[in-house]
């Protein structure tokens, strides 16, 4: 483990932002997370797993940590289900892969998500009426100030959407090192009935769907909507959907009659923010480097050498925007740096 100096996080981010480093050392097991918070020279850390959930909007004054520990392994086998242990610095679509290739289900709605295994529980990450939260046991973390490690329970992880205890109160205080997940082996629950991966599988004449068509059906949905972070900079989904209490989402639907909308509780709805983006009309407005893509409305852009700042300046006038319009507040899921 070596440490890096004035090392450019182009490559570290999937927004692309070429924001710099002081420091910077790549961290590939859990002895070397130790020694490294161990060097008393280096007392201001950055804690850096996938970059595809954060937003650089300037150079880190700090040593910047890696997490690229790597490994897979099955930790028991049951008649129906497995339980997973995934390092934190595999990369998350690849592990999807795996568990495919073993016929491990759960998590195949949430193909294609850009980032880490051990940033997936911070944000719980989700997709297509799946949450990682759904398949989780527990989180194995290294507390900062001690450097001993806790298992957190699945219950212990106060998921919530787009959210996690991670992401609260213990935000800063623990590196999550593994994930241990719990998959079916046989009899999988297939969910196809969120979004458009029923009318996918419609197209790839797939009558009995397994969960190795699924992901298919979700990569396709994904690539035809999202663009590739290696080639235009995003992170995906910047806004989280907001959800509004019933009252307020009857007097929009006066003015909206066509909005859509997902029941959440008996009083309240979920909108779709990328609904509320297209309708203010930002989708596909480019201002020179950056903007909005043009299939998807939830996507902000960098197309070469954009500031962190110019999309966080960018994102501010959208959620103005459509506070004026709709009288709705939508939130940042990315992380501000």
């Not at 004054?61 to 129906?80: P, Q, T």
């Not at 999309?311 to 959620?319: D, G, M, P, R, T």
Request: aromatic letters at 8%; proline letters at 4%.
């Amino acid at each position: 483990m070596q440490i890096h100096h004035n090392i450019s996080l182009k490559e570290y981010n999937t927004f692309g932002i070429d924001a710099k480093a002081k420091h910077f050392a790549s961290i590939s097991s859990n002895d070397d997370l130790i020694k490294t918070l161990q060097l008393s020279e280096y007392p201001n850390r950055f804690i850096l797993g996938g970059g595809s959930n954060m937003l650089l909007t300037k150079d880190i004054d700090a040593l910047v940590m890696h997490i690229n520990i790597k490994g897979i392994n099955i930790i028991s086998e049951y008649e129906s289900s497995v339980l997973v242990k995934a390092n934190a610095g595999e990369n998350w679509h690849e592990f999807v892969l795996w568990c495919l290739q073993n016929n491990f289900g759960g998590i195949e709605n949430l193909s294609l998500i850009p980032g880490n295994v051990g940033t997936a529980p911070i944000q719980n990450i989700g997709a297509y009426g799946v949450e990682v939260k759904d398949t989780i046991v527990s989180c194995e973390a290294l507390e900062i100030a001690t450097l001993k490690t806790k298992t957190f329970t699945n219950n212990e992880c106060n998921f919530d959407y787009r959210n996690s205890v991670f992401k609260q109160e213990l935000k800063g205080k623990y590196i999550i090192t593994s994930v241990t997940f719990k998959l079916t082996k046989n009899n999988h629950v297939l969910r196809t009935q969120y979004g458009a991966i029923t009318t996918e599988l419609e197209n790839m004449q797939v009558e009995a769907p397994t969960i190795q068509d699924i992901s298919k059906a979700v990569i396709a949905i994904r690539e035809s909507k999202l663009p590739n972070p290696k080639e235009i900079g995003n992170s995906g989904s910047f806004f989280k959907n907001p959800i509004i209490p019933i009252e307020d989402f009857n007097s929009l639907k006066l003015n909206f009659p066509e909005i859509p909308n997902y029941p959440v509780s008996t009083d309240s709805i979920k909108i779709p923010a990328g609904w509320l983006i297209e309708k203010a009309g930002f989708k596909g407005k480019r201002f020179g480097d950056y903007g909005v893509h043009k299939n998807q409305a939830l996507v902000l852009v960098n197309y070469g050498n954009a500031k962190g700042s110019d999309i966080l300046n960018l994102s501010k006038l959208i959620q103005e925007t459509i506070k004026r319009i709709f009288n709705i507040s939508i939130e940042a899921e990315v992380n501000i740096i």
